[in-house]
């Protein structure tokens, strides 16, 4: 059964740091993307960041390049995004998403079949 699983999500101070955690089961896991993508109250979800499974390609988007960092690592069938210097705009609920599919950008929500259940990342000021 395909599962992702996300964890790490809380409450920090501005400037403070996250570390989110994706654990993924179910795949074949050499073929696959796996992005972050997060949605605040009010708003359209937005891309965050992803990385290929094999290989070294990953992907962020403007608003959070140079302060997270997305991983994997293959022996825990784990995606983490660490987040450092969070700002009160960067509160949502966090999803993991993976893709099959070999076309289609990185940061292209429709691209991604599965879906975490999301976690709650709350920055205060």
């Known amino acids: 059964q395909v599962q992702l699983v996300e964890s790490g999500g809380g409450l920090v101070q501005a400037g403070g740091s996250l570390r989110l955690s994706c654990a993924a089961s179910?795949?074949?896991?050499?073929?696959?993307?796996v992005g972050w993508f997060r949605q605040a109250p009010g708003k359209e979800r937005e891309f965050v960041a992803a990385?290929?499974?094999?290989?070294?390609?990953?992907a962020y988007s403007e608003s959070v390049e140079g302060r997270f960092t997305i991983s994997r690592d293959r022996s825990k069938n784990t995606v983490g995004l660490q987040m450092n210097s969070l700002k009160p705009e960067d509160t949502a609920v966090y999803y993991c998403a993976a893709s099959t599919r070999t076309a289609g950008t990185y940061s292209d929500s429709s691209i991604y079949a599965r879906w975490g259940q999301g976690t709650q990342v709350t920055v205060s000021p």
């Open positions: 990385i290929r499974w094999s290989g070294n390609s990953a």
């Open positions: 179910g795949f074949i896991f050499g073929n696959i993307r």
